[in-house]
């Protein structure tokens, strides 16, 4: 198993950023794919981001996040990071790091049904 604890999460002007992260325990953290998820009040979970085991390029993306986004992970230190550029009142949210763990290197999900470990989410707040 792995327990993952977010933070980072606070208020922002529209155009700023933030960035939040995702440490993780127990279990080895390099062989989970990760998965960021966001849920807006009265609206259902979404898919923001996810990465591969394999780090680097390896990483997906909700096209109302491309381009501002960026996913990336630190398997040293145990942590998933998501660095959120160009903020909208639209990305207000908050915002779930997940897991699956994956004997394939190269395995990501965008769907939330596939992760089996969850955070406790961080709030986001975008002011316009």
């Known amino acids: 198993q792995v327990q993952l604890v977010e933070s980072g999460g606070g208020l922002v002007q529209a155009g700023g950023s933030l960035r939040v992260s995702c440490a993780a325990s127990?279990?080895?953290?390099?062989?989970?794919?990760m998965g960021w998820f966001r849920q807006a009040t009265g609206k259902e979970r979404e898919f923001v981001a996810a990465?591969?085991?394999?780090?680097?390029?390896?990483?997906y993306y909700a096209d109302s996040v491309k381009g501002r986004f960026t996913i990336s992970r630190d398997n040293a230190k145990n942590t998933v990071y998501l660095q959120m550029n160009s903020l909208k009142s639209e990305d207000t949210a908050v915002y779930y790091c997940?897991?699956?763990?994956?004997?394939?290197?190269?395995?990501?999900?965008?769907?939330?049904?596939?992760?089996?470990?969850w955070g406790q989410g961080t709030q986001v707040t975008v002011s316009s």
């Open positions: 990465i591969t085991r394999s780090g680097g390029s390896s990483t």
């Open positions: 127990g279990r080895t953290f390099s062989g989970y794919a």
């Open positions: 997940a897991a699956r763990w994956s004997t394939t290197l190269f395995y990501t999900s965008t769907t939330a049904h596939d992760y089996a470990y």
